[in-house]
């Protein structure tokens, strides 16, 4: 094989580098039970993302990889404000109902082991892809809500204030989460990636690093 064609290969599988170790890191330091749910939760969300690409008559997305999951790119060209939000809030909600699912066998007190940590993750899932942040669910959600009544330029500006504001609540939080309540890394960690990701929106932040 060329080097050519290995440049190219390498280009395409590379936006799957980091769902890949996102996944070999759960196998590895979580139980394989904990990292199924898991796995479980991430493809329910994107079920319901791709539900909604098919009941607002889309044709089939592409698929690329991202940190954490999938990339669903429209290919029957942009997409309305009005189904961006539709299609985004999809993922979320199919998490969302499958928490509702699981409430009457935890009220009940008949919920085990497996069915509360397959409802937390659910519940994690939704609200973390529900932050306002760029290139989530919650961010989209807002940047599209924001264009449907504001100038393109006003909409950009609140939407990247937003997005600031709440990554930087979201690393205090994490802080506190992390060193305060026992909460392990994790959180830390996690809050640190979601800055430097969103500081990249901003490179005066960080010219002098």
């Excluded at 980091?18 to 969300?45: G, R």
């Excluded at 044709?59 to 939000?85: D, H, N, V, W």
């Excluded at 599209?144 to 990554?167: C, D, F, Q, R």
Aim: glycine share 8%; with cysteine.
């Amino acid at each position: 094989m060329s080097a050519y064609r290995l440049r190219r290969m390498a280009v395409h599988l590379l936006p799957y580098l980091w769902p890949a170790l996102w996944i070999a890191f759960l196998l590895l330091t979580e139980p394989p039970a904990y990292a199924l749910l898991m796995l479980a939760a991430t493809a329910l969300h994107e079920t319901g993302h791709l539900f909604a690409f098919f009941a607002c008559g889309e044709p089939l997305p592409a698929f690329s990889g991202r940190q954490f999951g999938l990339l669903l790119t429209p290919t029957g060209g942009m997409l309305s404000y009005k189904k961006e939000i539709v299609i985004c809030a999809a993922g979320p909600l199919f998490n969302l109902l499958a928490c509702l699912s699981l409430l009457p066998a935890i009220r009940a007190g008949l919920a085990v082991d497996a069915n509360f940590c397959f409802f937390a993750l659910n519940l994690f899932t939704a609200l973390f892809n529900l932050l306002p942040l760029s290139g989530f669910d919650g961010g989209r959600m807002l940047s599209a809500a924001l264009s449907l009544s504001l100038p393109a330029h006003t909409a950009a500006a609140v939407g990247g204030a937003i997005a600031l504001a709440g990554v930087l609540f979201f690393y205090f939080l994490s802080i506190f989460l992390t060193f305060v309540a026992g909460a392990g890394a994790y959180p830390f960690l996690l809050a640190g990636f979601l800055l430097w990701a969103e500081g990249k929106r901003y490179p005066a932040l960080w010219e002098d690093f």
